[in-house]
């Protein structure tokens, strides 16, 4: 999907990531050699985990392999499902003091008792590379330089990508998250859209997402998105990702509903999933110098 997409686009296409992710890397790699060869250190992503949650502990194995995929070295600091919030808090301290370690992330869910909200604002903000410190939210709703939530960044990607105009779109987000939500509303703002965010308390949701050029559905809440709450010929990205009774994983978009009516739509899983792990490690090489 090479044109620019309107909505008398075709309709039915899948705006796939996992090609948009495999150039993001390659060309993270690159620039993590070339930092090499003029004697840059090698960066270090630092991982903070504490759950038991197994799906939770092979994603973040599989940013790992996916960070060594490109040269970056990345720690998985696992501090176990009963961490107190002061060990947490204590951890990513001392990782944001570390000048080997270049990038920190704060994997959830946290042990009962820990707000992911209040421990993400003890990451230093130049290592904050999912965008999770309150202050780099702030940064970003005031048009200043900060790491967007990756997810948030990686939905933008795609949309650049397959060529969609969001200069002058109706833009709706559904969904008002700190990890997606809120960052993306500010992003697609940036790029001079007319964004409106929906949320649990929006009355008649269809009446709203329907008059969008560009959706977006982000909530976690499995089927929510149908053929009525869809325009004709708009673009739908959808970034839910709830688990299935088969281990599998589905979106918060009716896909077989949805994918005859609007212009294009991302699959779930192959969507906006892999380009969020590369997204991930882009920003890990830019905090460490390499940009």
């Excluded at 939210?137 to 933008?156: C, I, M, N």
Aim: charged share 20%; glycine share 10%; aromatic share 2%.
């Amino acid at each position: 999907m090479t044109e620019r997409t309107s909505g008398t686009a075709p309709a039915g296409v899948e705006l796939r990531g996992r090609e948009l992710a495999a150039a993001i890397r390659a060309e993270t790699a690159e620039r993590v050699a070339a930092g090499r060869r003029s004697g840059r250190p090698r960066p270090r992503l630092a991982v903070v985990v504490a759950t038991a949650d197994e799906a939770t502990l092979w994603y973040v194995r599989s940013i790992a392999k996916a960070a060594e995929g490109v040269g970056i070295a990345c720690d998985l600091v696992d501090l176990g499902p009963a961490a107190r919030p002061q060990e947490i808090r204590a951890t990513l301290e001392r990782l944001g003091a570390d000048p080997d370690v270049h990038g920190v992330m704060l994997q959830t869910p946290l042990p009962e008792g820990a707000s992911a909200q209040e421990l993400a604002a003890a990451i230093d903000p130049a290592k904050d590379v999912d965008g999770a410190n309150p202050l780099s939210l702030g940064r970003l709703a005031a048009g200043l330089a900060a790491f967007a939530p990756a997810t948030a960044a990686a939905v933008l990607a795609l949309l650049d990508r397959h060529g969609v105009e969001l200069r002058g779109a109706r833009a709706v987000v559904v969904g008002r998250s700190t990890v997606v939500g809120k960052p993306l509303a500010h992003l697609l703002l940036d790029r001079h859209c007319t964004v409106t965010v929906c949320h649990s308390r929006t009355r008649d949701l269809a009446a709203v997402t329907s008059t969008a050029e560009v959706l977006v559905a982000a909530v976690g809440r499995a089927g929510l998105i149908g053929a009525e709450h869809v325009a004709p010929g708009a673009v739908v990205i959808d970034v839910g990702t709830n688990p299935t009774p088969d281990g599998g994983l589905t979106g918060d978009v009716d896909f077989d509903a949805v994918i005859g009516r609007a212009a294009a739509l991302t699959p779930v899983p192959g969507g906006v999933g892999p380009v969020t792990t590369a997204i991930l490690l882009r920003h890990t090489a830019q905090a460490a110098g390499l940009t």
